[in-house]
């Protein structure tokens, strides 16, 4: 049996990049990702296709620098962010765009040639690249997935792993689940967020937290699990579930506003930056908009945006197939679940606290993202942390996997129909959440009668878990029976111990130091 020197997990941005950066390295390499169900050719679709901002990276020169963009994503983060994480990550932001650039991404251009630049909410000036208009993330995709395709180099398999295989509590390969085991020196998680453990959602069906499941059944550590973002701008419609459209926040940034049916303004009086600020604050101002008045929606007035058709085809053809135009209509939306800003613990270097197990991209938590994260600052992250996953793999080439599939954990618990999950965590872990509210999400998370979504419960569970722990408001955690203003600094920590496979939490500093049991 081939051994891989890395064998990634996953088919969007973060692995894509570690699979391409791999080969340069000279490691050998396969990506295992689900299959499409329409077409079995090609890996089932990942966030990274529907992200539509863009890359934030500081352009030093023109008006930005890195300290900018660090004190920018520090602010929106409300004081969670790790410092040293915030820095090293927006620092290698240039070479990202290079990295993708260099892989065939045709950003935009503005008239003199230069990288078109927008802005989103938090940030202070222009710093967002972006391809296609609002076609970012569809772009990156369809490059990085045609380099790698067209890289005899590198094996893509279609499959859905199960476990990460351990010797001796470190990670060895993985296996998928017809039981086959694909050997490699260092694993790479690389699946992406959790946004579809909610009824409605900017994320593929796909996104279930997948990745948080693997790490925590292989003894690694997760935190900030609370801090689920939820984009203030997803397209309503009626009854509508599953993935919906998101209607970019670059929109605002070139000038669109958001707005109740009779044209007042949402963020008015919210914040300095009014549309433009944090994410946290405007799905916020949007939920609360809502809940006063009973609407089923707010509104997005983007009609005063110049050459709105030319500049956003994605939300343009996507509202217009709901017979609205946005050209000359408000465009209803609500807040919808987005972006995972906890995850796997990782290190700068993406290792997590198992030997030979490494994580990139929206499954890990490294610090960057605090409890909001700045916006398009996950792409740029994506790839500098696919790229450093190879880096330390690369250090680490001298493990022998056995020959045959080791032990693995399958101590897996009680699932319960996803739709019951999807429900649970609608009605108890929304923007707005409470104690009480929490505690019915798990006690029907955990109401059983279905095996086969072991993962996405347990995944939901340590999601619920995290957001009992911290009775504090913070970022895009908000908690309407809040106790008074906690500690920034204390970060909690989840892993499965005991024979039972029981989630025990800690806390820790944010910038790792381990503080004590819960
Ligand atoms: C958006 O385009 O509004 C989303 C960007 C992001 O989530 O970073």
Do not use: K
């Amino acid at each position: 049996m081939d051994v891989d020197d890395l064998v990634v997990v996953g088919a969007g941005v973060a692995g894509l990049t570690a699979a391409l950066h791999a080969v340069e390295r000279g490691l050998s390499v396969s990506v295992v990702a689900a299959a499409d169900a329409r077409d079995g050719s090609v890996p089932a679709a990942t966030s990274t296709a529907y992200a539509q901002g863009g890359m934030a990276a500081f352009a030093p020169g023109r008006g930005d620098s890195l300290d900018a963009h660090v004190a920018d994503t520090l602010t929106a983060a409300a004081g969670h962010a790790d410092l040293a994480a915030v820095r090293s990550i927006l620092a290698d932001g240039p070479a990202a765009v290079d990295f993708v650039a260099g892989h065939g991404l045709a950003f935009d251009r503005d008239p003199s040639g230069d990288l078109a630049r927008t802005r989103e909410g938090g940030h202070a000036v222009r710093r967002i690249v972006h391809a296609g208009g609002d076609a970012t993330g569809a772009h990156l995709h369809a490059a990085l997935w045609s380099a790698v395709r067209h890289d005899p180099r590198i094996r893509v398999r279609r499959a859905v792993v199960r476990d990460v295989a351990m010797v001796d509590g470190r990670a060895v390969g993985v296996v998928d689940a017809d039981g086959q085991f694909l050997p490699a020196r260092s694993v790479v998680l690389a699946t992406g967020g959790l946004g579809a453990l909610w009824t409605s959602t900017t994320n593929p069906p796909s996104s279930v937290g997948s990745g948080v499941a693997l790490a925590l059944r292989a003894g690694a550590t997760v935190a900030d699990l609370e801090f689920v973002q939820f984009h203030p701008t997803m397209l309503f419609t009626p009854g509508a579930g599953g993935r919906c459209l998101l209607i970019t926040e670059a929109l605002r940034g070139e000038g669109a506003r958001l707005v109740h049916a009779d044209g007042a303004s949402i963020t008015a009086g919210v914040h300095p930056l009014g549309d433009l600020a944090p994410r946290d604050v405007v799905a916020s101002a949007a939920h609360h908009a809502m809940v006063s008045t009973g609407a089923p929606c707010v509104f997005l007035d983007a009609r005063d945006v110049p050459d709105l058709a030319r500049r956003f085809p994605t939300v343009t053809t996507g509202v217009r197939a709901t017979g609205i135009d946005p050209v000359r209509d408000l465009i209803p939306v609500v807040p919808g679940a987005h972006y995972h800003c906890g995850g796997v613990l990782t290190d700068l270097r993406a290792r997590t606290d198992v030997p030979g197990l490494l994580a990139a991209g929206e499954v890990a938590r490294t610090g960057l993202h605090g409890a909001n994260r700045l916006a398009s600052n996950s792409l740029t992250e994506a790839v500098v942390m696919g790229v450093r996953a190879v880096e330390t793999a690369s250090e680490d080439l001298s493990v022998t996997p056995p020959a045959a599939v080791p032990q693995v954990r399958h101590d897996r618990g009680p699932g319960t129909p996803a739709a019951v999950i999807r429900a649970a965590m609608t009605a108890g872990a929304g923007i707005d959440r409470d104690a009480v509210a929490l505690e019915n999400a798990l006690a029907a998370i955990d109401s059983g009668g279905s095996a086969d979504t072991a993962d996405m419960a347990l995944v939901a569970r340590a999601v619920v878990t995290a957001a009992l722990l911290r009775t504090e408001s913070r970022g895009c955690h908000r908690r309407s029976d809040a106790v008074a203003s906690g500690d920034a600094d204390a970060t909690f920590t989840l892993r499965l111990d005991g024979a039972g496979g029981e989630l025990t939490a800690s806390t820790m500093s944010r910038d790792h130091a381990p503080v004590a049991a819960v």
